[in-house]
C-alpha cells in the first residue's frame, strides 16, 4: 500500500503486514488534480489540487497521524494492474483507516444544510461513507462539520442508509435490494464505475473492463450471487423497456432499477423450500413457486419482504416462453413487484418449479406478445333446441372484483390480472330449466394451471347440491352469488373444479369436465346433447380490462350447438303424443269414479 508522509508529503510503500495507521481523504475530484505522475515529477506545486492536500495533510499531522492516503496522487493509474488491485482494494482500505476526513468544496462556512452537496450524488462516496469507522465532514475553508456519528440522522435523511450501517453495523446485515438503493441516484463519470463503486459493498471482486458499459453490473450481479442466495436481487422495480409487455432477465440494467427498495428486506422461505440458484449455459436457475397471474404469465413468490411486514412476501412476473422451462420477466401494467399476504398465498393454487431465465432476450414483436395475452373468452354462438345467445345469462368474475370493471360486452368472460382459473358462468333462465329436450343447463369456463382452457357443464341437477362440484348449496345461494354477494354456500367462482387435473376420473352425476390444450376444445358431450367448441382467434375486443397499446387481441371463442338425443321407444309413442294419451286416460278415470260415487 502506498501512503503519504504528511510531514514531507513524499509517497512511501508498506506491505500488507506493516502498514501503519494512516488517515484517508474522501473528496469530489475536480479540475488539475494531482496525481502520482506529478508527485515523482515534483510537478505538484503547480497543479490546483496540491491545496487539498497540503490541508488534508496538516489536518491529518494534527490529530497525530504520521500517514495519510488520497486516491489522486496515491495509486499511479498507469499501471493497469495496480489500478485493478486499487478498486478491488479500496473498501478495505477505507474500511481500515483509523479516521476519514470528507472534505465538501460546495459546501461554504455561512451553509447549515449539507445534502445539497455533490459529494452525496457521487457512486464512489458510498463506499467512503459507509467503510470508514470515524468519518469527519469539513467544509470549503476546512473547518470541521461534524462526524458521520453526530449527524447519522441527517445522513439517513440525505442517502436512505440504515442508521444501524452508519453507526457501526455490518452492512451485509441489510438486503442486497437494499444496499443497491443507496446507489440508485447516485452518478459516476463512467457507466462502469456505477458497478466498479459497488465491489466493496457486496465483498466480491471483478476484473476492470472499461468500455463494456452497463454489462459491468450484470457481472458484479452474477457475482453476487455465486456467494448470496438474497431473493432480493430480483426485487427491482423500475427500468423495464419501454415496450409494452417488452421481455427482460432477471438482472436489473443499473443500480437506479432499485431506487424503490430501501424497505426490501430477506425473508424466510415458505412457498418454495430451496433457496438456491446458479447461473448455467441455459440462462440463471432458480426454483419458485408459481402461481397463475395472467395468460402464460405467472406469479413467481421471492423469498423476501418489506420491513415491518412480515406477514407480506414479494414476487414478481415471469411469462413462459415457448421453449421448455424457459421463463422471461414482464412488467403488467405498473406491476412490476407485487406484495401479496402469506394467508392469502398458502390458500393459491401454487406449483414450485426450476425455471431458467436468460438475461439476454429479444424484444418481443406485438404479434407474439398478442397471441398469448388474454384470460378472454367470447360467447359467440349459442344453438341447443331453440335457445340462443340472448337467452343466457352471465355471471363473471369481471363483474364480481370491486377493483376492477366488468367488460362492456355481454358475452365477454374476462379475467382481470392478477387472478386465475375460473372466468364466468353462463346459464339459462330459471323458468326454461325443465325443458326435456335440453338438459344443458350451465357452463362454467376457466384456464387451469398450464392456461389451457377448461370447460365444465351440466344439467340442473347438479346446479346445486351438497358436493363440491356443485355451483351452490342451493338455489338461493346460487342466485345470491351471482348478484355478486359472496358466501361459503356459493362456489360460483371456486377455481376446485378448474384447477384439479383428475377431475376426468370423478364419478360424474348431471356434469361433465371438458379439459383442452393450446389449441383449444372441439368435443361433444352425450350425455348432454350439445357440441362444444372453443378455439383462440385474433379480435378487436372493447373491454375496460383490455390494454389499450394493443388494438385486437387473441381470446377464445365459445361455441355451442345442440345435438338432437335418441328418443327411447315408449308405448304411449312419442313424447307429445304420450302426454295427451295419459291426460286422457287420467280423464276418464275421473269420470268413472264420479259415475261410481253417484250410483
Request: overall charge neutral; aromatic content about 10%.
Amino acid at each position: 500500500m502506498r501512503l503519504m508522509n504528511t510531514e514531507t508529503l513524499e509517497l512511501e510503500e508498506f506491505s500488507d503486514a506493516e502498514v501503519p495507521e494512516y488517515a484517508i481523504l474522501s473528496h469530489r475530484w475536480g479540475s488539475e488534480e494531482v496525481e502520482f505522475s506529478h508527485m515523482i515529477s515534483n510537478a505538484a506545486h503547480n497543479r490546483r489540487g496540491y491545496s487539498k492536500i497540503v490541508r488534508f495533510c496538516e489536518i491529518s499531522q494534527s490529530k497525530g497521524f504520521k500517514y495519510g492516503w488520497v486516491d489522486t496522487c496515491c495509486i499511479n493509474k498507469g499501471n493497469s494492474s495496480e489500478l485493478i488491485q486499487s478498486i478491488n482494494s479500496m473498501y478495505k482500505w477505507y474500511a481500515k483507516s483509523t479516521i476519514c476526513l470528507a472534505y465538501l468544496p460546495d459546501v461554504s462556512p455561512t451553509m447549515t444544510e449539507i445534502g445539497d452537496s455533490e459529494w452525496w450524488q457521487r457512486g464512489w462516496t458510498l463506499q467512503e461513507l459507509i467503510a470508514p469507522k470515524a468519518l469527519e465532514f469539513y467544509n470549503a475553508d476546512w473547518d470541521y462539520i461534524g462526524s458521520k456519528h453526530e449527524l447519522h440522522q441527517q445522513i439517513h435523511q440525505i442517502t436512505g442508509i440504515s442508521p444501524d450501517v452508519l453507526n457501526g453495523a455490518s452492512p451485509s446485515e441489510c438486503s442486497i435490494a437494499q444496499r443497491m438503493s443507496w446507489a440508485a441516484n447516485r452518478i459516476t463519470t463512467h457507466t462502469e464505475d456505477r458497478a466498479y463503486s459497488l465491489l466493496g459493498l457486496f465483498d466480491v471482486s471483478l476484473p476492470m473492463i472499461y468500455g463494456e458499459g452497463s454489462k459491468a453490473f450484470l457481472r458484479l450481479q452474477e457475482e453476487i450471487i455465486r456467494k448470496s442466495d438474497d431473493h432480493s436481487i430480483f426485487a427491482w422495480r423500475h427500468g423495464f423497456p419501454p415496450t409494452p409487455r417488452a421481455r427482460c432477465g432477471l438482472f436489473a440494467t443499473s443500480p437506479s432499477a432499485f431506487k424503490a427498495c430501501q424497505d426490501v428486506v430477506r425473508a424466510p422461505a415458505v412457498l418454495s423450500p430451496k433457496n438456491e440458484f446458479s447461473m448455467t449455459n441455459q440462462g440463471l436457475a432458480i426454483e419458485l413457486a408459481l402461481i397463475p397471474y395472467s395468460m402464460q404469465t405467472y406469479l413467481a413468490i421471492l423469498n423476501c419482504g418489506q420491513r415491518n411486514s412480515p406477514w407480506k412476501r414479494l414476487g414478481i412476473l415471469l411469462e413462459k416462453l415457448s421453449s421448455g422451462s424457459h421463463y422471461a420477466r414482464v412488467c403488467i401494467g405498473h406491476a412490476a413487484v407485487v406484495s401479496i399476504y402469506l394467508p392469502q398465498l398458502q390458500t393459491w393454487d401454487y406449483q414450485c418449479h426450476r425455471v431458467y431465465v436468460r438475461q439476454e432476450l429479444q424484444e418481443s414483436s406485438t404479434k407474439e406478445i398478442l397471441e398469448n395475452r388474454q384470460q378472454t373468452f367470447v360467447l359467440r354462438n349459442v344453438d341447443v333446441h331453440g335457445f340462443g345467445v340472448d337467452d343466457v345469462n352471465f355471471a363473471t368474475v369481471a363483474s364480481r372484483d370491486d377493483r376492477r370493471l366488468a367488460s362492456r360486452d355481454p358475452h365477454l368472460m374476462q379475467i382481470p390480472d392478477g387472478l386465475y382459473g375460473t372466468a364466468g358462468v353462463f346459464y339459462l333462465r330459471p323458468e326454461e330449466w325443465y325443458y326435456p329436450d335440453n338438459p344443458l343447463r350451465w357452463l362454467k369456463l376457466g384456464f387451469n394451471w398450464n392456461f389451457e382452457p377448461v370447460c365444465v357443464l351440466g344439467d340442473s341437477s347438479s346446479m346445486w347440491g351438497a358436493h363440491s362440484y356443485n355451483l351452490a348449496k342451493d338455489r338461493k345461494s346460487f342466485h345470491r352469488a351471482v348478484a355478486g354477494e359472496v358466501s361459503e354456500r356459493a362456489r360460483l367462482f371456486q377455481n376446485e373444479w378448474i384447477m384439479r387435473d383428475d377431475l376426468a376420473t370423478l364419478d360424474k352425476k348431471g356434469w361433465e369436465f371438458l379439459k383442452g390444450s393450446k389449441e383449444g376444445i372441439d368435443t361433444s358431450v352425450d350425455t348432454l346433447s350439445v357440441h362444444v367448441s372453443i378455439r383462440p382467434e385474433q379480435l378487436a375486443i372493447a373491454s375496460d380490462l383490455t390494454d389499450p397499446a394493443f388494438p385486437s387481441c387473441s381470446v377464445w371463442v365459445v361455441d355451442i350447438r345442440g345435438r338432437r338425443p335418441p328418443r327411447e321407444k315408449h308405448r304411449y309413442g312419442p313424447s307429445v303424443k304420450g302426454s295427451v294419451c295419459r291426460f286422457a286416460t287420467c280423464i276418464c278415470c275421473l269420470a268413472l269414479c264420479y259415475w261410481a260415487e253417484k250410483q
